[in-house]
Each structure stands twice: as C-alpha cells, then as structure tokens.
C-alpha cells in the first residue's frame, strides 16, 4: 500500500517536471470536494464522487499554491519512506521551515492537505498525516483489543471498568478487534448526556456500547464504528438534537459521509445508522420545550431540501425537514428533562428503541 | 387690601433686552468655554475684515495678534485694510447685538447677522471689565477715529468710554483690540488651525499671524485674483414665509400688491404677480398695507401653486475647483487630488452652491477616519461637526466603491482628506454660532451629488493603484515560489543541481513571457512641489504635548483622592 502511495507522488511530480522541461505549462487535478460533486449510492448507502475536478495551470496567481503542494507532497514522501508521522499541526510547523512557502494558518495547511488526500484517492493517514482530534468516548459492553505500544503484545481493554469515566477511541483504529454480547450501538451527540446514561449505567439495563461522539463524529469515530457494526453484526442507532444540525451535519455525515472528504466516504461512514433521536414527531409526541430555529438552521434546511443528495433519496427525512420547516423550532436532548431528569432512561431510549416506526433512516 | 398673585408677578416681568438674554446664553454664539471664546473672538474679526475688505475689491492684508496677558487673560487684536467705518457708525456695529449691514439682504458673505464682533465686545466686558479699542480710517487725507467701547447690556446700547482723533500711518482700514478671558491651544480646533484652513479657501489673503508664543506666521496670498463679486439678490417667493411676507408687506413703498410682488421678490414679473394674486382670489390692484394674516396667508398658498422661476444664481462666488485643489495641495501631501464644483441650486428659494476636493494617500495615516474639513462661504468650520450637513452628507455616501473602508454610518477610512465648502446668499446654521449647517434635504443631497463626482474620479486612481499593486504582488510571487517548486520537485524526484536551476529557470521564462511593462504608481513626497511642510505643521505640531496634559489631569486627580483617603482614615 505504501508503495503504491509512493508512486502516485512520484508520479503526480514526474508529469510537472516533464512538463516544465518541454516549456509547457504543468497542471494539477484535484477532485473538487463539496456536496455539488458527490451523489448517494444507494446500493451500499454511502457519498461516492462524481468526475468533476478542477484543474490548476500554474502562472503567477498559481505559482504559490503549486509550490505549497509540490513541497507538502515532498513532506509525504519523507514521512512514508521513513515509516513516520506528522499530526497536521505538526505538518503545519515543519511549513514553517519553508521560508516563503511557509502557511500561514493551520487551516491553509489542512486544506493542502485535503486535497492532496483527494488528488491521490487515499485517506491522510496512508500519506502519513493523523488527525489532532480525539476520536470520541466509549461506555458498555466492550472489550476492545489493542497492541501494547511498546512490546507489541496484545493488550484487552474492558469499556466496562472506567468507572465514570470513559474509553477513547485512538486516531487509527485499523489494528484493533473486538468482544462484545451488546445488542446495540448508541452514539450520542452530547457529552452531558452521554454522562448522564453512564452514570445511571444504562448500558447495563439496555446491553449496548455507548458512545460519545461530541458534535460531528470524527473520521475514526465513524470508522470505529463501521467497523464494530459490521464485525459483530450489530445495530447503531443515533442519538442526536432535534435540529438541523443534528440532522444534516452530525446523522447525515456518520451515515453516509460528507462532501468534503467524499473520496474516502466509502470507508468511514456508518450506512446501517438508524436516527433514533428527537425527530420533529416527536418534539410534538412528546410536548417538549422548543427554540425558535435562527436563520442559519432555516437557510441549512433549505439547502439540504434541495441539495443534499442523501435527503433526495430519503422520503422520510424530506417529510421530517419540511415538518420541521413547518414548525419553525428545534428541541435539544437534554429537553426530556422537562418529564423528569431520568424521563431520558425511563421512558424515552425504552419506548424508542421498541418502536422502529419512529425512526427515521 | 392684598395684592392678588399675580399683581405680585407682574411686578417682576419686564422686558428682557437682547443683549442681556445673550449675555445668560453666551454658548449660543460661540463662547461656552474658554478654548472656544479666544476662536470665536478671532474669527468674528476676521470675517468682519474679509467681508469689508471684499465689497470695497480691496486685496485683503490681515494681521492677526495674539497675546498673553496673564493666566487665562489674551489680548486679540485683528487689524486690516479695508474701507473703514465711518465715525457715527462705529459705536453701533461694535457695541451694539444685532446691528449690521448684513441680515436684511440676501448676499454671500461671511458675516450674517450682525451679533457677533458685538457679542466678542461684550463677552470681553464681563469677563475682564475692560473696554474694547477701535481704530478706523476711512481715506488716507482724513483722520483715524479711535473708540472705547462697552455694550450696555439693560438696553443694548453702545456705551462710549472714550472718543478721539489720532494719529495712524495706515491710509485706511480698522483695528479691534479686546481682552477677554480664554484659553489658547495650537493644535486641534484653535486659531492657528482656523487662521490656516481660511488661507486654504481664501487664496487671495495675506494673514500675519503672531500667536502667543511670540511665533510669527504669514500665510501669503497665492493669487492676485479677488473672488467675483457677489450681488445682492432679493428674496425668491418659495423662501418666504408668512412672519416675513407680512413684514415685507408692512413696509413696502409700493402701492399695489402687484408692483410688491414685481418688485420686492426676484423672479417675479407682472404675469406672475398676476397668477398669484388670483389663486388667492386678491386683486392685484389692493394696498399691500391693507392685506391681514389670513390674506397673506392664501398669498402664501398660491405662491406654492405658482410656478415661478428658480432665483438667478450668478449671486455666488465659488473659490473653483483649481484653488481649492491648490489649497488642498498646500496643506495634504498626498499622491492624488481632485476638486469638483457643481452648477449652483436652491434651497427654499435661496440659491446656493457645492464645492469639494479630495487629497488621498501619500503621507496620511491608513487606518484612521477621514479627515473632514468643512467650509461656508470661505469661513472654516471648526466645531459641532457631528450636527451638521456636511458631515451628514459624508457618512450617507457610500465610499467602498470609491476604494476606502467604511462601516454604516460613519466617516470613511483611509488615508484621504475631505474638503466640502457650501456658498450660498443665506447659509442656513443650526445656531448663531455658525458652527454647523442645518439638515436642508436639497443641501444634503447636493453635497452628496458633489461627493459622489469627486468620488467617482478617485475610483479611477484607486483602481488603478490596486491593479498595479496587485500586478506587483504577482511579480513578487513568481520571484518567491519559483524556487519551492523547484524544491518540491527536487526532493520528490532526487534531481540533481543542474536539473534544479534548470527548472527555475524554464518556469521564469514561462511566467514572465506574459507580463508587460509596469506603471509607475509609488509615492514620492519630492513630486509634490506645492506642499508646504511648515504650513501643514500649523495647528498640528502639539498633539503630543496636549495628551500629556490630560495624563497629567489624571495623576492629579488621583492624588486628590489619595489625600481623601488619607484623610478620613485618621480621622477614624
């Protein structure tokens, strides 16, 4: 795999060159990464990318961003050849070596990154870049097995025995395997709920994995999970805000991917997902305490009515949206506490999860 | 028997004389603090000696002299070389509020209403009890008259404190000496700044300054050529409102109300007399005497479904885009100026007239506010620039297409000078102070209409200048990334030396195949001939020392309240 990395680098860098020396003028593709260029592919329910690519011909507005993609690719290059790794943030401040192709800001060394990543059709850890992020919390019925860093061996780690606290899920989640007798999969947007069902240690009462996911689940988290779903052949279910951004940004990215990172989608999404959180029956169903949408929510309902390729093939969900439109409020999680802090245990996650008719896909 | 209450309060009502309700309201005209007393007093002189010295189309020579007393004490004197005053006059227009040539007739001048050099003399005499002196001559073969003056306040009278003959070498003019109380700064709204920016819009002035510091200045004139003269206009029908139409009526020589309205309006001739008089259903023939209020007042009806002519406006006297941009160009050094005089027009019947310059870029500060300068009829406008039109009209306009910043409703950014002067036979000031203009929707929107023509032509230089930086930034780009990709691709591929330079040097020749030759757009401070360094400096040069004082003001306010605290702990 690496090998192969390897060449395509080279290669990218070999037609440059050639171009150069025949006094041609060298171009670079990449894929362009936005909703505009993916649709859903339904068979295997994931954003895969359409053709569209822009194409940049160096001259004198280009000459600096050829220059800051040739030498990050150089940077790959090092990193893969000497079995290594560089965190983004690091990627950034080796730049910092470059004089003045240095960047900037952080955000303008990931972007070359991303695309890089979509130039060679590879996820960045194959380039040898990993993610700041941690890859989010795990409760329950888990025994996930890793190698010890240092010696190698294998090593069993119990989800159930961190008292209040939690599991993390590590950057690359490739090396591990799992045990579980859970039935299900939570992933939960909010850490204060998530607290909430390990402190009252719902996951005993319902056998399942918890999971926190804190907003919109990180690459690891949804490969973490993909893979965890389909090894032990369980169901994932999510938990979310009743809001377009729950909607949209956090369930529709775990489940079927995003724009931005549609060239690795395939891997790191979670197509059997079912959206078990607060949909707009159920702000009504269960009378909760509702905020007026803001104008963000509203202008991000209508984008996703109209350009998101997952909602176009999803009926329940254009339902829900317009529903949603029709009202003009979102409920957050923590809203069931109207009926009592533990309504959420009691009644709630019980109810749901007997009753697939109130899921959405 | 008792008196009733209100017998009681009859008792205490009397008239209240002119001269005694300014006198309460000194901040009406111009004397609220110290600072802006010794301006006031200044420029009242100063406009009175243009004004005189311009309808007698002598050149004017000012000399302008502060002194210093003693704390808080200055003496002005303003002399200059105009007609003079002859000797039964002079009483009455320096000692007595509102008395002048000025008010009853609609013509450009600097002066308006005839309060103001009064009310300098009179503020002197509260302040310092003394009198002011006056020396005027009138021809070289007759003698100077010299004067003490103080206003009697009960009765807004002149009271003469002494009246001579004397000896004077100059063949005609006047001189005013006053001694008030006041406060002199150099910098921000002071004389040094006003006397300065009259020099800009007056060009054919020549000012001798000595400030209280003993430091002489003249600004000499720069042309020869007096401004046109202005002639006096008689009042336009759509100006005139019912309080004057019926004092007009009142006073009127002629015999019937169409040979009123022909002669004691402009723009009026017997078929539209005619037209008016019917409309209001009078016939042309009655005594204007004769006609009571609610006549006048369907006189006023029918003049607004008149059609009347606009009022002639050859009446004004711009300063013309040439001197203004030259006056500009003395004060600013920048790289770029323009000026833009609009055609004249009419405000509720009163003509007048739109003048603006921009100076941008060069030395001026980039990320601060516009500065604002602002004139009426030549005069420098120094105060309350936040109540009037002109600063209205600025920050209504929108100057981001015009290559400056700016957010809503506020002055624009950038390193650029504003210069907006309005002329006009009767400019209509929010307060006899004559610091600001009032918000007349026609004067708003001309200003705007002269802003935008002036900012139109400073968008084609901004533009330009952005183009060429722009070009520049790319030419530096391919000098600086040219070598990164050479080196991106050297340590991908393991290139040799020679296959590096190679690369560099095939990439330089591709990329710079395409780019044509440069304009030359820098600024270069030595291309501005006109700018007069020392000039600019006037009314600037103290900023520093006047932030000092405040920091000063602070500690010793600080050390007060030390000393309180201090204080009330012993006594505990």
């Known amino acids: 795999m690496a090998k192969k990395v390897l060449l395509e680098i080279k290669k990218t860098a070999e037609d440059i060159y050639k171009k150069i020396k025949k006094k041609k003028q060298p171009t670079l593709s990449t894929p362009i990464r936005a909703l505009s260029n993916v649709s859903y592919n339904v068979k295997d329910g994931f954003f895969e990318l359409n053709g569209k690519e822009k194409t940049r011909t160096l001259t004198a507005s280009s000459v600096k961003a050829f220059a800051q993609a040739l030498r990050m690719m150089a940077l790959s290059k090092e990193l893969i050849k000497n079995d290594d790794i560089a965190t983004k943030r690091e990627a950034y401040y080796v730049s910092k070596n470059w004089e003045d192709a240095s960047f900037n800001e952080q955000v303008d060394s990931d972007t070359v990154m991303d695309d890089i990543e979509a130039m060679l059709g590879v996820n960045r850890e194959q380039i040898g870049f990993i993610p700041e992020e941690k890859g989010g919390e795990i409760a329950g019925d888990l025994i996930v097995i890793d190698k010890d860093p240092g010696t190698g061996k294998n090593i069993k780690i119990d989800c159930k025995k961190f008292g209040s606290g939690a599991y993390s899920i590590p950057s690359s989640v490739e090396q591990l395997r799992f045990e579980t007798k859970a039935k299900f999969v939570l992933a939960i947007e909010t850490a204060g709920m998530f607290q909430r069902l390990v402190k009252h240690k719902y996951w005993k009462k319902a056998n399942c994995i918890l999971i926190s996911m804190g907003g919109v689940p990180t690459r690891s988290c949804r490969r973490f999970i993909r893979r965890l779903g389909d090894e032990k052949k369980i169901p994932v279910y999510v938990f979310t805000d009743g809001d377009p951004y729950g909607y949209l940004n956090i369930y529709r990215t775990f489940k079927v991917g995003s724009g931005n990172a549609a060239h690795i989608n395939e891997f790191f999404c979670v197509p059997k997902a079912k959206f078990i959180g607060i949909t707009p029956q159920d702000i009504v169903d269960y009378k909760l305490p509702t905020h007026p949408l803001k104008e963000v929510d509203i202008k991000r309902l209508k984008d996703g009515l109209k350009n998101d390729p997952f909602v176009q093939h999803h009926k329940s969900w254009q339902k829900a949206l317009k529903l949603l439109m029709k009202m003009r409020v979102r409920a957050e999680q923590q809203a069931l506490a109207k009926h009592g802090l533990n309504f959420v245990i009691s009644n709630y996650l019980p109810e749901k999860i007997k009753n697939p008719k109130s899921w959405l896909d | ?572």
């Open chain 2, 1 to 572: 028997m008792a008196s009733t209450i209100a017998e009681e309060m009859a008792k205490k009502q009397r008239e209240i004389s002119v001269a005694e309700f300014f006198e309460k309201n000194r901040h009406l005209l111009g004397f609220d603090n110290k600072r802006k007393a010794l301006l006031t007093a200044v420029k009242e002189a100063v406009d009175n000696a243009l004004d005189a010295c311009e309808e007698a189309d002598i050149l004017p020579e000012l000399v302008v002299e502060v002194i210093e007393m003693g704390e808080d004490r200055f003496r002005v004197i303003v002399e200059d070389n105009g007609p003079g005053i002859v000797k039964n006059q002079i009483p009455r227009i320096f000692a007595k509020l509102l008395y002048g040539s000025k008010f009853h007739r609609l013509k450009q001048s600097r002066g308006q209403q005839g309060i103001g050099i009064s009310a300098s003399v009179m503020y002197a005499q509260l302040t310092t009890g003394r009198a002011s002196r006056i020396i005027s001559k009138i021809a070289p073969d007759k003698p100077a008259h010299y004067y003490e003056l103080k206003v009697d306040t009960a009765k807004n009278k002149p009271r003469i404190l002494k009246d001579a003959e004397q000896e004077w070498d100059k063949p005609h003019g006047v001189r005013i000496e006053i001694d008030l109380e006041a406060s002199y700064i150099k910098a921000g709204q002071s004389v040094d700044s006003y006397l300065k920016q009259t020099a800009i819009v007056n060009p054919h002035v020549t000012i001798t300054y000595v400030n209280p510091k003993a430091e002489q200045i003249i600004f000499p004139r720069v042309t020869e050529e007096m401004p046109k003269q202005t002639a006096e206009i008689k009042p336009h029908p759509y100006g005139v409102e019912i309080g004057l139409l019926l004092k007009m009526l009142a006073n009127t020589q002629f015999r019937t109300l169409q040979a009123f309205f022909v002669n004691e309006f402009s723009r009026v001739g017997s078929g539209t007399a005619k037209r008016i008089c019917e409309e209001a259903l009078i016939p042309p023939s009655t005594k204007p005497k004769r006609i009571h209020r609610e006549e006048a007042e369907k006189l006023i009806a029918a003049i607004k479904k008149t059609k009347i002519i606009s009022p002639p406006t050859d009446c004004i006297s711009p300063i013309g885009e040439e001197l203004l941009e030259k006056g500009l160009r003395k004060e600013v050094n920048a790289e770029y100026y323009c000026a833009v005089t609009r055609s004249p027009s009419v405000y509720r019947g009163n003509p007048f007239q739109v003048e603006v310059a921009i100076a941008y870029g060069g030395d001026q500060p980039l990320q601060q506010s516009a500065n604002l300068l602002r004139f009426a009829n030549r005069v420098p406008l120094l105060y309350q620039q936040g109540g009037c039109s002109i600063f209205r009209s600025v920050t209504q306009t929108n100057w981001r297409p015009y290559g400056l910043t700016q957010s809503n409703g506020a002055l624009p950014v950038g390193p650029v000078t504003i210069a907006v002067h309005i002329a006009s036979v009767w400019v209509p000031f929010t307060s006899e102070s004559k610091e600001a203009i009032a918000h007349y929707p026609e004067i708003i929107s001309e200003i705007k209409l002269a802003l935008q023509e002036a900012g139109r032509k400073l968008q084609k230089y901004t533009l330009k200048k952005r183009r060429v930086g722009e070009e520049l930034k790319k030419r530096s780009h391919i000098e600086k990334y040219i070598p990164h990709v050479a080196i991106g691709l050297k340590e991908i591929l393991d290139l040799k030396k020679v296959e590096t330079q190679k690369v560099e040097e095939q990439l330089r020749k591709m990329l710079e195949k395409h780019r044509g030759k440069l304009e030359e757009l820098e600024f270069d401070p030595s291309k501005s001939v006109e700018f007069d360094e020392e000039f600019a400096r006037i009314g600037r040069e103290e900023k520093k020392e006047e932030e000092e004082e405040k920091v000063e003001e602070k500690e010793e306010v600080k050390k007060e309240v030390k000393k309180e605290k201090v204080k009330s702990k012993k006594k505990k």
